[in-house]
């Protein structure tokens, strides 16, 4: 199972930090991702972690903003936002998947969470 939470409404230009609780899982052994969906939009990769923290990645529009990190000793993983923009206004999903290999695709990811909203407002 898989918990996110930390969305709300804050205004451009400010920060916020998303976190996803695990349960029910060896979360130490799962690579983990956050994605997003914007109304009337696909899903959107936004940034993936290795199992171990070593290896991150942040969708190429989000990157210099955007930062993923876990504590496997908490079962937890966080997205921090900086700089946040209207745009960035969606549903905040994190993901885990077994294989320790990336992925931004959806399909790929066997755990999620129920989402948090993120608005954005200008």
């Known amino acids: 199972q898989l918990q996110a939470s930390g969305g709300g409404l804050v205004q451009a230009g400010d920060s916020l930090r998303l976190s996803c609780a695990a349960s029910?899982?060896?979360?130490?052994?799962?690579?983990m991702g956050w994605f997003r969906q914007a109304p009337g939009k696909e899903r959107e990769f936004v940034a993936a972690?290795?199992?171990?923290?070593?290896?991150?990645y942040v969708a190429v529009s989000m990157k210099g903003r955007f930062t993923i990190s876990r504590d496997n000793a908490k079962n937890a993983v966080y997205l921090q936002m900086n700089s946040l923009k209207p745009e960035d206004t969606a549903v905040y999903y994190c993901a885990a998947k077994y294989s320790d290999n990336y992925s931004n695709m959806a399909r790929d990811y066997d755990y999620w969470g129920q989402g948090t909203l993120v608005t954005v407002s200008s």
């Open positions: 029910g899982f060896t979360f130490s052994n799962h690579f």
């Open positions: 972690i290795s199992w171990g923290g070593s290896r991150t």
